[in-house]
């Protein structure tokens, strides 16, 4: 099937609007909030049949994290003809991209729902954008909107955006100097100022705002006066080879051997690491020390841009900016950090839980056919984790107005994510709401980042 007819069917199916309502087979119900709440370690008792929940809500009520799951289809369900969602990953099947992952969750919550409500849900196809190449193979971005009722009032809507991509052929021929295979860095709150300013065109180095020391690798304190007062500056770009070393094996995920890696001393003074590239791996046009580089800015995906270094005549003289970041005392308010151990058990827990039966979820032998390396973490859970997250800073008795999240890395088990967070707006109306910006790390990179809404409660809610 050519990409003109898959866009053709997009097209036709965007034309027909929203489905018809389809109606929850069950109930909002307890025992699926218990099974929801066991899979993802969730404490809070405003979600459990308590007096707590009855003093602090009247009663309990269901995560807002669970909108989706109370109309999702059973194991065996028929998808009805005119769900556009299933209709247009079919399209996608004909056409060879077989594998599924969700990547966008923005879910906005009218109210809280509460155990004896049966919601409705209307979906609209919104796009359908592809074909990209992405880290797990070249595939098609599908988004939908869905809007869920209780009656006739609206209580929650959710954008939800999936890759349908095509798995690369286990033990086949790889293309090994594909950069989406490239192997992500550690994000973390040290570090992150340095990968945003890669995305925006900057190489940024990390300067102490107390004593004015700049170092490399970033660090969470300066290590000549010990302030935890942090800038950073843009550097110009040049330097000079201090060292470098030529790979030939093993192989190197995304890069072509051999390769040229050199640690690279910068106009600023401080040294860097990265790929030498228009230098031979030998002879006369090889790499050699003092070698004059500068730095070029290669854009993996929306997520990830690498510095790399190139051999060759430098760029005009660029002014050194210097920005100031956040300290650790300027009054930011952060939440404390948090590392959750992914194990099988909550892969498979939470999947269920969800009511989210794809194979790549449960099944590590078919999860790995379809081009990943184990099971991993669906995005309700990842959705779930989070607002228990914020839910554990903010207190019981806070309410989840929305949640933007996008997702990244995969998070398999044996991985750890861990958790940052910190207030990014606070806004002021008829009620005060807090967003919270998070960011959860596994190994290979960003798994996840998030941003949540959050009215804060009476303080009666505080968590233990």
Not at 99 to 126: K, M, W
Not at 277 to 295: L, T
Not at 343 to 357: C, E, G, Q
Not at 412 to 433: C, I, K, M, N
């Amino acid at each position: 099937m050519s990409d003109d007819v898959v866009l053709a069917r997009a097209a036709e199916l965007r034309a027909r609007g929203a489905k018809a309502p389809r109606l929850a087979r069950d109930p909002v119900n307890q025992p699926q909030v218990h099974a929801w709440l066991d899979a993802i370690g969730e404490e809070n008792p405003t979600f459990r049949d308590t007096d707590e929940a009855r003093a602090l809500r009247g009663g309990p009520v269901a995560p807002p994290a669970m909108a989706q799951v109370w109309t999702m289809y059973g194991l065996t369900a028929e998808r009805p003809a005119d769900d556009p969602l299933h209709t247009m990953m079919g399209v996608l099947d004909e056409a060879g991209f077989t594998s599924v992952l969700g990547t966008n969750c923005d879910q906005t919550y009218d109210r809280p729902l509460r155990p004896g409500e049966r919601v409705s849900v209307t979906t609209a196809l919104e796009s359908v954008v592809g074909p990209k190449r992405t880290g797990v193979g070249e595939g098609w971005f599908v988004t939908t909107r869905s809007v869920w009722r209780v009656g006739e009032e609206q209580v929650a809507t959710m954008i939800f955006r999936v890759l349908k991509f095509r798995p690369r052929a286990a033990g086949g021929e790889q293309d090994v100097s594909d950069p989406s295979r490239t192997v992500r860095p550690m994000v973390n709150r040290d570090t992150a100022f340095f990968w945003e300013g890669t995305r925006r065109g900057e190489l940024r180095i990390q300067r102490c705002n107390a004593c004015g020391e700049l170092r490399h690798p970033p660090g969470p304190m300066c290590p000549s006066c010990g302030a935890a007062d942090r800038g950073h500056v843009v550097a110009s770009g040049r330097g000079r080879v201090h060292s470098f070393v030529v790979h030939h094996a093993p192989a190197v995920p995304g890069k072509r051997l051999p390769l040229v890696v050199g640690v690279v001393e910068t106009e600023e003074g401080v040294r860097m690491v990265g790929e030498l590239r228009g230098v031979a791996s030998q002879g006369p046009d090889g790499p050699a020390i003092d070698q004059a580089v500068v730095v070029d800015l290669e854009r993996i995906d929306d997520e990830l841009t690498l510095p790399v270094w190139r051999v060759g005549p430098p760029p005009p003289e660029t002014p050194v900016v210097t920005r100031e970041l956040p300290g650790e005392d300027d009054g930011t308010v952060r939440l404390p950090p948090w590392e959750l151990p992914v194990t099988t058990r909550l892969v498979v827990a939470s999947a269920l839980a969800t009511r989210d039966y794809q194979d790549v979820h449960h099944d590590p032998e078919l999860a790995r056919r379809r081009g990943s390396k184990d099971i991993f973490l669906n995005i309700l859970t990842t959705t779930g984790l989070v607002q228990r997250y914020v839910g554990s800073w903010a207190g019981w008795d806070a309410e989840v107005r929305a949640c933007e999240l996008r997702l990244g890395a995969p998070a398999h088990p044996g991985d750890t994510v861990a958790f940052s967070g910190r207030v990014v707006e606070v806004r002021d109306g008829g009620e005060q709401q807090h967003v919270v910006e998070v960011v959860g790390t596994v190994g290979t990179g960003t798994h996840v980042t998030a941003r949540v809404t959050v009215v804060l409660g009476t303080g009666r809610g505080a968590r233990s």
